[in-house]
C-alpha cells in the first residue's frame, strides 16, 4: 500500500507551488513502505539562500489556500540552507543546491518508488 490519494495532492500542490518560485531538480518519492509514519517526500532545490526561503513561503500559502493546512512542524527556516515542512503526510525538503548535493536524500530513499509529479503551467 502506497502513499494516500490525499497525499499525492498535497505534494503535487507543493511542487506547482515550487515551481512557482522556479525550484529545480524536484523528485517526490513514496516512503509509506519503508517509513511508516509519513507518506512521501517532496525534495526540491534552490540557488541561494532567498529562494529556499521564498519556495517555503510559497507551498505554506499554496497548501493553506487549496487545504487550509499549516506544517505541523517547521525547521530551518530563515537560514535558507535546508528547510523541512512536516505536513504529518507528507515531508517537504527544500534544500540549497550545495546541500541537496551533500545530503543526498534521493539516494538515501532510492529504492522507493517515485511519485509523478505535474509540469507547471509557469515553464511553458
Not at 494516500?4 to 506547482?16: C, G, K, P, W
Not at 517526490?28 to 541561494?48: C, K
Not at 513561503?57 to 493553506?64: F, G, L, M, P
Not at 543526498?104 to 509557469?122: T, Y
Request: aromatic share 6%.
Amino acid at each position: 500500500m502506497g502513499a494516500h490519494a490525499d497525499s499525492i495532492a498535497l505534494v503535487h500542490t507543493a511542487a506547482l507551488a515550487a515551481g512557482d518560485k522556479l525550484a529545480e531538480d524536484m523528485v517526490a518519492l513514496d516512503v509509506a513502505e519503508r517509513l511508516g509514519i509519513t507518506d512521501a517526500f517532496l525534495i526540491v532545490s534552490g540557488g541561494s539562500e532567498p529562494q529556499v526561503n521564498a519556495i517555503v513561503d510559497e507551498i505554506q500559502a499554496k497548501v493553506i489556500e487549496k487545504f487550509d493546512l499549516r506544517p505541523v512542524r517547521r525547521e530551518g527556516f530563515g537560514l535558507g540552507r535546508w528547510v523541512l515542512l512536516d505536513y504529518g503526510d507528507v515531508v517537504v525538503h527544500v534544500q540549497h543546491q550545495e546541500d541537496r548535493v551533500f545530503y543526498a536524500l534521493e539516494r538515501l530513499w532510492a529504492d522507493c518508488p517515485v511519485i509523478e509529479l505535474p509540469v507547471s503551467d509557469s515553464k511553458s
